[in-house]
């Protein structure tokens, strides 16, 4: 199997492997002992991984005179690759946090949105949905990096928590020993079935719980870190609701004292990942990660700047002040693993599932081209519909958008192509839609067209390729304000930034790729990637040159 170099800066370290499709989840070590195996001198004790949900690639350095504490260390102690993008369409948060996790595009993990279409049942299925668990990471179709440790060493141990149940459960894997996600309704850390009964959850987890840190907030504002004449010099707009009054200091919880609505705004605020911080402290403590020289793997995701930015765009006071205050909760989580562990014995690693687009009403005010879905396009696909139905009789056609409905089209077999024909045209024409095609018809010449093949997984992906207009958002302003799910670069570009043992940082300008992270990790971790199965490969072409 040849080994690649993910790029020249990190050829020692970082190392790629390019491997046959892994057809199941196992972990395959290609017969290599999975017991008693010896641990390679300078092994980590522990890589922590940290994800930044709607963490865009320009964030950072935009910021970064403001950084002094764990995003400007590793900004200075880790290699950070500056122009690091996912290489798949859907830029949501379960294909980008399984990408991350797996080291292959969706088209061979599975994960193609949040959730998609199941033909069979007729029903939205969601990315993480288990009839007999509530929720695991079943529709994940390959090991994730966590399940290739447990097969090489099975004393490692394997956790992954967060806000979100999609980004803990993707990233930990099949064989996590926990994984665990903040529970709206009673502000909590909530796991499935998946990872055991009741009984058999550890006594620390609800331990935690019982502690109601939470309480500090109750009755108090979120207000900002800085005021927002210190924010002037980094383009930062508070967003104008019109007559709507939305600005600092806002209230956690509405107005209502029930508990239920303060713990759901929790989530909504950045006191949801300090509170996740909290108990990845209490996890590494309790299950003693980094104790001995088997690797352990901790997964962490923060989830704050994903929900505050879609409520206010990526150049609000809010959105700003989720980054100063996550920048000071990754100080901590550094800082005391530094204590415990010592940085010395650890790998680092930072990246985000997807970024962000400006606000399109902002972008048309400012002189732009963008805008989103609204009475145009919906009346747009209303009229295809009846168009459909006028020429051709029989059913709806269209289910769920970029879905045919198969009964109707198999009743007018002998007019199918017409009828797709039809469809990809009047979609074509409507308002803010840049193109429609069928899948075997993408080209992965066009740059464009890569991604949407790289997220292409036939029994989950839809009929139709459906592309959006830059700064394009398919939604009105009353569900989000801004967005993302485009191949464009503002959605793709992620930060990706590497701390090794000893902190040496350096800047990397090529470009990289997302599938490229779970791959450099391994050999890390000591995996040898001769002998491990699946993941994509990747030589360092520069394959979004001509975007």
């Given at each position: 199997?040849?080994?690649?170099?993910?790029?020249?800066?990190?050829?020692a370290?970082?190392?790629?492997?390019?491997?046959a499709?892994?057809?199941?989840?196992?972990a395959?070590?290609?017969?290599?002992?999975?017991?008693?195996?010896?641990?390679?001198e300078?092994?980590?004790?522990?890589?922590?991984?940290i994800?930044?949900?709607?963490?865009?690639?320009?964030?950072?350095?935009?910021f970064?005179?403001?950084?002094?504490?764990?995003?400007?260390?590793?900004?200075?102690?880790?290699?950070?690759?500056?122009?690091?993008?996912?290489?798949h369409s859907?830029?949501?948060?379960?294909?980008?946090?399984?990408?991350?996790a797996?080291?292959?595009?969706?088209?061979?993990?599975?994960?193609?949105?949040?959730?998609?279409?199941?033909?069979?049942?007729?029903?939205?299925?969601?990315?993480?949905?288990?009839?007999?668990?509530g929720?695991?990471?079943?529709?994940?179709?390959?090991?994730?990096?966590?399940?290739?440790?447990?097969?090489a060493?099975p004393?490692?141990?394997?956790?992954?928590?967060?806000?979100?149940?999609?980004?803990?459960?993707?990233?930990?894997?099949?064989?996590?020993?926990?994984?665990?996600?903040?529970?709206?309704?009673?502000?909590?850390?909530?796991?499935?079935?998946?990872?055991?009964?009741?009984?058999?959850q550890?006594?620390?987890?609800e331990?935690?719980?019982?502690?109601?840190?939470?309480?500090?907030?109750?009755?108090?504002?979120?207000?900002?870190?800085?005021?927002?004449?210190?924010?002037?010099?980094?383009d930062?707009?508070?967003?104008?609701r019109?007559?709507?009054?939305?600005?600092?200091?806002?209230?956690?919880?509405?107005?209502?004292?029930e508990?239920?609505?303060?713990?759901?705004?929790?989530?909504?605020?950045?006191?949801?990942?300090?509170?996740?911080?909290?108990?990845?402290?209490?996890?590494?403590?309790?299950?003693?990660?980094?104790?001995?020289?088997?690797?352990?793997?901790?997964?962490?995701?923060?989830?704050?700047?994903?929900?505050?930015?879609?409520?206010?765009?990526?150049?609000?006071?809010?959105?700003?002040?989720?980054i100063?205050?996550?920048?000071r909760?990754?100080?901590?989580?550094?800082?005391?693993?530094?204590?415990?562990?010592?940085?010395?014995?650890?790998?680092?690693?930072l990246?985000?599932?997807?970024?962000?687009?400006?606000?399109?009403?902002?972008?048309?005010?400012d002189?732009?081209?963008?805008?989103?879905?609204?009475?145009?396009?919906?009346?747009?696909?209303?009229?295809?519909?009846?168009?459909?139905?006028?020429?051709?009789?029989?059913?709806?056609?269209?289910?769920?958008?970029?879905?045919?409905d198969?009964?109707?089209?198999?009743?007018?077999?002998?007019?199918?192509?017409?009828?797709?024909?039809?469809?990809?045209?009047?979609?074509?024409?409507?308002?803010?839609?840049?193109?429609?095609?069928?899948?075997?018809e993408?080209?992965?010449?066009?740059?464009?067209?890569?991604?949407?093949?790289?997220?292409?997984?036939?029994?989950?992906?839809?009929?139709?390729?459906?592309?959006?207009?830059?700064?394009?958002?398919?939604v009105?302003?009353?569900?989000?304000?801004?967005?993302?799910?485009?191949?464009?670069a503002?959605?793709?570009?992620?930060?990706?930034?590497?701390?090794?043992?000893?902190?040496?940082?350096?800047?990397?300008?090529?470009?990289?790729?997302?599938?490229?992270?779970?791959?450099?990790?391994?050999?890390?971790?000591?995996?040898?990637?001769?002998?491990?199965?699946?993941?994509?490969?990747?030589?360092?072409?520069?394959?979004?040159?001509?975007?």
């Amino acid at each position: 199997m040849k080994k690649l170099a993910l790029l020249a800066a990190l050829a020692a370290l970082l190392a790629l492997a390019c491997g046959a499709p892994a057809d199941a989840p196992e972990a395959e070590a290609g017969g290599e002992e999975t017991t008693g195996r010896a641990v390679p001198e300078g092994t980590p004790r522990l890589v922590l991984l940290i994800v930044v949900d709607q963490m865009r690639g320009d964030y950072l350095e935009r910021f970064r005179p403001l950084l002094n504490h764990g995003l400007g260390r590793l900004l200075q102690e880790g290699v950070v690759f500056t122009d690091a993008h996912h290489f798949h369409s859907a830029t949501e948060t379960a294909p980008g946090h399984a990408t991350l996790a797996t080291g292959v595009f969706p088209k061979r993990h599975g994960i193609v949105g949040n959730s998609w279409f199941d033909r069979e049942s007729g029903n939205d299925v969601y990315c993480c949905g288990d009839p007999d668990h509530g929720v695991s990471p079943r529709n994940m179709l390959v090991p994730a990096l966590g399940d290739l440790l447990k097969a090489a060493y099975p004393e490692a141990r394997v956790y992954a928590a967060s806000a979100k149940d999609r980004a803990a459960i993707l990233m930990g894997g099949h064989h996590a020993d926990g994984a665990w996600w903040y529970g709206r309704s009673a502000g909590s850390f909530v796991t499935s079935t998946y990872y055991g009964d009741e009984e058999s959850q550890p006594a620390w987890v609800e331990a935690f719980n019982d502690e109601d840190r939470l309480a500090v907030h109750f009755a108090n504002a979120w207000n900002p870190l800085l005021p927002l004449d210190h924010t002037s010099a980094y383009d930062i707009e508070p967003l104008d609701r019109g007559p709507f009054i939305d600005t600092f200091p806002h209230a956690v919880g509405g107005f209502t004292v029930e508990r239920e609505a303060f713990y759901g705004d929790i989530y909504r605020s950045p006191f949801v990942d300090s509170y996740l911080e909290d108990f990845a402290e209490t996890l590494i403590e309790a299950e003693d990660l980094g104790a001995d020289e088997v690797p352990d793997l901790l997964a962490v995701s923060f989830s704050a700047l994903d929900t505050v930015g879609h409520g206010y765009g990526p150049n609000a006071p809010e959105t700003l002040d989720v980054i100063l205050r996550l920048d000071r909760t990754i100080g901590e989580l550094l800082d005391f693993v530094d204590e415990r562990i010592g940085l010395e014995n650890v790998v680092v690693a930072l990246s985000s599932d997807h970024g962000v687009g400006e606000v399109p009403d902002l972008v048309v005010r400012d002189g732009g081209d963008g805008g989103r879905f609204g009475t145009d396009q919906t009346l747009c696909l209303q009229r295809l519909q009846s168009r459909l139905k006028g020429r051709f009789g029989g059913g709806e056609f269209l289910v769920d958008t970029f879905y045919f409905d198969g009964e109707s089209i198999a009743a007018e077999e002998a007019n199918r192509a017409a009828i797709e024909d039809e469809i990809i045209e009047a979609m074509s024409d409507c308002p803010l839609i840049a193109e429609v095609v069928r899948p075997a018809e993408l080209d992965p010449a066009n740059p464009l067209h890569e991604l949407y093949l790289n997220n292409y997984y036939p029994e989950r992906s839809g009929d139709l390729v459906v592309v959006v207009e830059p700064n394009v958002l398919p939604v009105p302003a009353s569900v989000i304000v801004a967005s993302h799910g485009s191949p464009y670069a503002y959605d793709t570009h992620v930060p990706l930034i590497i701390r090794r043992q000893d902190g040496a940082g350096q800047v990397v300008e090529a470009r990289a790729n997302t599938i490229d992270l779970a791959p450099s990790l391994a050999p890390i971790l000591g995996l040898d990637l001769d002998t491990i199965a699946g993941f994509e490969g990747f030589d360092g072409t520069d394959r979004l040159a001509d975007r």
